[in-house]
């Protein structure tokens, strides 16, 4: 009894201050630092905390005690020392956390002084680290079992307490297991895999046996309430003999084992519900379709050129996209399936022709319609789909595991010389258990069956969509190659027939050469011919009969009033005219510096003019 006191007052050092410890030093040296390292993140504050307790009381039986602080816990557990007549045969102790990746609604004191008071094995903070704050699961594929006993007199005997009722001879084991359950945190994916962290003891002599579940939530905490209140489970709710109280305490670890097993099928149903949504269509997706011949077009333009600009008609593109057609199946709900339109091919189109052609590079056609299709993102999702088959595979492996080496453990007692007569003789309960266990594992071999088989499925339709974008990809080179050579062609063209253009154009000014030529030629004499064969200037003969000239100075003054300001006026028209061509495609901040740039050479010409 001292000694567990004296350990208790040393709780803050757990497991380093267990009483009796087969195990090396180092190893609980290394459980001390990880629990400090994890103290932040695992446990809450000692104000937040709060442990609930289900005892059984001879006289009303179950009961609950929820403990908010350390006094509270300390004056608990040691009320049973001294009073030893409401001692509890049975305790459940339920450390839980709002949810499965939240701190535990326990203080670190609170957890070291209640391990040390029922010497946890130090194997059972294993199961306890994956808990507690973290916004990804952390470490969530660890599992196992710990088993010890200590039912020999003379070898490993645990602490002797007979005011606890404990004799030293007692059966200690721990483990976790996973189920899957459902969830609302997120509407898509309304399932989620959750642990859960046993540790048992139990006295082979006096029959005492305690519990300690940790688990995210308080599933459990209420299915072991209904369970020790039904009077339909008599295995679960006796505890009168030491052999009632074995046979309920395999009774709980049956309910354990139930949890780890269920929920997997439905679980399982929902992840080839997601992969047969995504996939199903890929194969009935038609991607050989062979592409239309690409033609060349030939668009027009007019065969006379302005004074200005040049207008030309270029015709349209037409292309006409041959759709894939695929069988449309229906798209799950947890996914926004992303759709990728299949490549269309160019077809040829007709145009309109006339005498002198001028090829024109295609515009970029419109984005081709959108079909149900897939993308690349719906590889993600597989690749998503394929780490949870995976992790479902692993964990019901796990489970079935730490199930068979559950059922070991105590098959082993069975057949140890120093078990009580109850478990070594004709053992019923043992028996039952054994066979249950076996179902369940039946039942995980199932699932986990089903689960390769959904693995090997996943495998297989990713490969087949990675090689169907890969084929699109193909298709997508191909058709950009061909546009490519389609553009080069054209360009190709239309560089042959501007050389044409270019030849004409130098052979017709040439041509326009000596027509101004000619013109310039006879310009003066057409001048001054039709001056003179107007009556400004006449020749009338005198008596004699010679020549006389005679200048009409009216006829004159009247001749450059008309002709100058006409003059004037068609410069000046033909000035205008020049303007607004070279400024009307100017945008506006152009424009005012243009303007800008005009004034200041206008004034130094002024200063030139000046200064000469």
């Excluded at 308080?218 to 072991?224: G, V, Y």
């Amino acid at each position: 009894m001292q000694q567990l006191q004296d350990a208790c007052e040393d709780a803050q050092n757990y497991p380093m201050n267990l009483v009796h410890r087969n195990i090396y030093q180092h190893s609980l040296q290394d459980y001390h630092n990880r629990l400090n390292e994890r103290e932040k993140d695992l446990f809450r504050d000692k104000e937040n905390a709060i442990v609930d307790f289900w005892e059984l009381d001879h006289k009303k039986g179950f009961y609950s005690t929820a403990i908010k602080s350390l006094s509270d816990l300390k004056s608990h557990l040691w009320k049973d020392a001294e009073y030893q007549c409401s001692l509890p045969r049975c305790r459940f102790m339920f450390m839980t956390a709002p949810h499965s990746r939240e701190r535990l609604k326990i203080s670190r004191f609170m957890l070291s002084y209640a391990f040390t008071y029922n010497q946890v094995l130090p194997g059972f903070l294993d199961f306890v680290f994956p808990f507690g704050k973290t916004e990804f699961a952390r470490d969530s594929q660890y599992s196992g079992l710990r088993h010890e006993s200590s039912i020999d007199n003379e070898e490993f005997q645990s602490l002797t307490v007979s005011e606890l009722g404990r004799s030293g001879r007692d059966i200690r084991i721990c483990y976790s297991l996973k189920s899957v359950e459902s969830s609302k945190a997120n509407a898509e994916w309304p399932w989620s895999i959750r642990s859960m962290a046993v540790y048992h003891s139990f006295d082979v002599m006096t029959g005492h046996t305690e519990w300690v579940i940790v688990k995210g939530n308080t599933l459990m905490k209420s299915r072991i309430a209904s369970a020790t209140n039904s009077h339909k489970l008599q295995s679960m709710t006796t505890f009168d003999t030491v052999e009632d109280s074995f046979a309920s305490s395999l009774g709980f670890h049956q309910l354990f084992g139930d949890w780890s097993a269920e929920g997997w099928r439905w679980y399982i149903n929902f992840l080839e519900d997601e992969f047969q949504g995504l996939t199903r269509h890929a194969l009935a997706i038609v991607v050989d379709n062979p592409a239309a011949s690409i033609s060349t077009p030939d668009p027009t333009m007019p065969n006379r050129f302005s004074t200005f600009s040049s207008t030309s008609t270029v015709a349209n593109w037409h292309l006409e996209s041959s759709e894939f057609k695929h069988e449309k199946s229906r798209t799950p709900s947890t996914y926004s399936t992303s759709l990728v339109s299949p490549l269309s091919p160019i077809a040829e189109s007709p145009f309109s022709s006339m005498h002198m052609p001028i090829p024109d590079v295609p515009q970029p056609s419109s984005s081709p319609p959108a079909t149900a299709d897939f993308s690349f993102s719906d590889l993600q999702k597989l690749q998503t789909l394929e780490e949870k088959a995976a992790e479902v595979l692993f964990t019901l492996k796990s489970n079935s595991a730490v199930l068979s080496e559950l059922s070991d453990s105590y098959s082993s007692l069975s057949t140890d010389p120093n078990s009580p007569p109850y478990i070594t003789t004709n053992s019923k309960s043992l028996s039952r258990f054994a066979n249950r266990i076996a179902i369940l594992q039946k039942e995980l071999s199932f699932s986990i069956t089903r689960t390769k088989s959904l693995l090997k499925l996943l495998a297989n339709r990713k490969t087949l969509l990675y090689a169907i974008l890969e084929y699109r990809n193909m298709q997508a080179s191909r058709l950009v190659a061909e546009r490519a050579q389609m553009s080069t062609d054209n360009v190709e063209g239309m560089t042959r027939d501007m050389h044409k253009i270019a030849k004409r154009t130098q052979q017709e000014t040439v041509s326009m050469r000596i027509i101004t030529l000619v013109t310039l030629f006879f310009l003066p004499g057409t001048f001054i011919s039709t001056v003179m064969s107007t009556d400004i200037i006449r020749w009338n003969p005198d008596a004699d009969g010679r020549p006389i000239r005679t200048v009409s100075t009216g006829a004159l003054w009247l001749y450059l009033t008309i002709t100058l300001p006409l003059m004037v006026g068609t410069f000046l028209a033909w000035y205008g005219v020049y303007w607004w061509v070279n400024t009307k495609d100017k945008p506006a901040q152009g424009r005012k510096e243009w303007w800008k740039q005009k004034f200041r050479l206008r004034e130094k010409r002024l200063k030139r003019v000046g200064t000469a």
